[in-house]
């Protein structure tokens, strides 16, 4: 299992860039670890949706942060953490006008994609069934940090892009709710865990009074947790 674990550490970190908070999740999770609480990362892949948004396609991203699981009675816990890299966003969309004759005559026939960066912190009810079956349910809000456009138009000559910065236009918060299914990958119960999870947001993101964007995703995650007991104290 802990060989597992290193080489799930690797990818992600290979994958994403490293935070600051992931770094002292690795130096002290085995302090952060006790009877009670479960301390590790999780990562994986999300794909997301802006709802409202016209003629929007999901993106396709990765996430990754750590989590902590704090035991309330027999099988039944607390589960929050915090995403450090977490996109919401969509792609697909059909360009609009920049007035600038050159350019919207060059990307008529392309595409957008935004991308919306954001911290999110989950805080969920968990129950866990026989050991390996895991059901949450709760909310998650996030704190938004920076978003992008990309204008993208790709034809005989070649790939053409244009990117801007537009995080005034949208709101600094988002909330929804969150929830899903996942299994251990062993009976102790803190062992790797893989599941899926959907989010679905409460909160018009987008600051213009034309359109109403709501967040959603579906997230694929694997979480790892560090500093754990060895095999040989598995409960039988």
Request: proline share 4%; net charge positive; hydrophobic share 40%.
């Amino acid at each position: 299992m802990k060989l597992k674990a290193i080489v799930l550490l690797v990818i992600l970190f290979l994958t994403v860039s490293v935070k600051s908070q992931i770094l002292i999740s690795i130096l002290f999770g085995d302090k952060l670890n006790s009877e009670k609480v479960e301390f590790g990362l999780n990562g994986g892949l999300n794909q997301s949706y802006l709802k409202g948004a016209p003629e929007a396609q999901p993106l396709n991203s990765f996430n990754l942060g750590f989590y902590f699981h704090f035991l309330l009675k027999n099988s039944s816990y607390i589960s929050t953490g915090l995403q450090v890299k977490s996109n919401m966003g969509a792609s697909g969309m059909p360009p609009y006008l920049m007035g600038n004759a050159a350019f919207d005559t060059l990307f008529k026939d392309g595409t957008v994609t935004t991308k919306i960066n954001y911290f999110y912190l989950p805080v969920m009810y968990q129950h866990r069934f026989y050991k390996y079956v895991i059901v949450e349910a709760g909310f998650m809000a996030g704190l938004r940090t920076k978003v992008t456009e990309t204008f993208l138009y790709e034809g005989f000559e070649g790939e053409v892009s244009f990117k801007q910065d537009i995080r005034n236009d949208y709101t600094h918060l988002d909330a929804g709710l969150f929830g899903g299914i996942g299994f251990k990958t062993s009976k102790h119960p803190k062992s790797m865990s893989i599941g899926v999870n959907f989010y679905q947001g409460l909160v018009d993101v987008y600051k213009s009074p034309d359109y109403k964007y709501i967040n959603s995703s579906v997230y694929l995650y694997a979480k790892v947790p560090i500093g754990v007991v060895s095999k040989d104290e598995i409960p039988k």
